[in-house]
């Protein structure tokens, strides 16, 4: 068996939403799949009124094959601070023609500010490993975890793009869509994560720097979150880039020219962001002012290879074999 489902971009491609159907009759939700958590939960009919804005929510009573998991309670919080809270359910989740006929779906009790605002998200769907979903007093397995058994390969591939629609397939690597060959890094899965090690980059035209990053492959995250050096040595190949407190991180006029950004994946492959990745997005609607795509990764204690990264490659998630593969695009 395998699936696929379009991943569609957000304004400046904060986040990519692809349909999922959850429950009998299937009750289609667009869901932000995010390699950098396990919980798949949705916005319900469990919620204060309040804290829905336009969202779909899953209602488990009109679902003919949801059971409730008596007991179980989940709660999350995420890398910038927001957070929701459910209990759950089994029921059936696809993805294009995959079916999972037994997945937790964790329907939200409460969900913070952040995504009551989020009107097109209803909800994520996890894609890391078992070892970090918040269902108590019992975890509960992914949608990709779940699915394994039955796909025709094992592994799972993001292809996202810039303001274009992309792709997740699930069970099998579509050749027609990159370049060249994929080139696998071993994954450290022990923090939950898919964690690799980069051991160096350049910035333009520059020369190839040698210096460890390690980091996480993170759909969830939009920009890519990197050590102090290598943030600083890039901005200044920017004039007049600067770091403003105020704004969170580097600025600059949004007329500037950014150099590619190259970090190396194995010892000879290359993956290359385009410096028009990484001119994100302008910080007031004058739009003079731009907020750059790269950023330090400070206080997480790893880098974070999130789209901004993540959509210059094809990329394949192979958990049993604990991968990841890159390919251009
Ligand atoms: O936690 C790490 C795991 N992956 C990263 C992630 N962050 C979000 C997120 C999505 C939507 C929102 C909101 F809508 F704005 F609230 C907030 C955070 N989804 O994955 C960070």
């Known amino acids: 068996v395998t699936g696929s489902g379009v991943a569609s971009p957000q304004q400046y491609d904060v986040e990519y939403l692809t349909p999922i159907s959850v429950g009998t009759p299937p009750l289609v939700l667009n869901l ?4 950098g958590s396990s919980d798949l939960w949705v916005f319900s009919s ?22 409730k998991l008596e007991g179980a309670t989940w709660e999350i919080e995420y890398g910038d601070g927001s957070s929701s809270e459910g209990d759950v359910y ?5 993805i294009g023609d995959l079916t999972v006929t037994a997945q937790a779906v964790q329907a939200a009790k409460n969900v913070s500010a952040e995504f009551t605002a989020d009107t ?5 769907l996890g894609l890391a490993f078992n070892t970090i979903n918040t269902v ?12 394994q058994s039955i796909l025709d390969a094992p592994v799972f591939t993001a292809d996202l793009k810039d303001d274009a629609p992309g792709r997740y397939n699930f069970g099998y690597i579509d050749s027609s869509v990159y370049t060249g060959n994929i080139s696998y890094l071993p994954v450290d899965s022990s923090q939950g994560f898919w964690m690799f090690t980069s051991p160096g980059y350049a910035i333009g035209k520059g020369g190839y720097k040698i210096t ?9 995250t939009t920009l890519l979150l990197l050590p102090t050096s290598v943030v600083v040595a ?9 770091y403003e407190g105020t704004q ?5 006029a949004c007329s500037a020219t950014l150099p590619d950004f190259v970090f190396a994946v194995g010892n000879n492959a290359r993956v290359t962001v385009p410096g028009k990745y990484i001119n994100y997005a302008p910080t007031d609607s004058s739009g003079t002012t731009c907020f750059g795509g790269i950023q330090k990764d400070i206080g997480i204690g790893f880098s974070i290879f999130g789209d901004v990264a993540l959509k210059a490659a094809f990329v394949v998630f192979d958990g049993p074999n604990q991968q990841l593969g890159w390919a251009a695009k």
């Open 46 to 67: 469990e919620l204060p009124p309040s804290e829905i804005n336009g969202q779909t929510v899953y209602d488990p009573t009109k679902s003919t094959s949801a059971k």
């Open 120 to 124: 097109n998200d209803d909800g994520l």
């Open 90 to 94: 089994i029921d059936s989740v696809a």
């Open 234 to 242: 890039y901005y200044k190949q920017v004039d007049g880039a600067r």
């Open 32 to 35: 932000n799949l995010d390699t």
């Open 212 to 220: 460890e990053m390690k980091g996480i492959a993170d759909t969830g």
């Open 136 to 147: 108590q007093p019992t975890r509960q397995k992914t949608f990709y975890d779940n699915a």
């Open 248 to 252: 969170g991180g580097y600025i600059f």
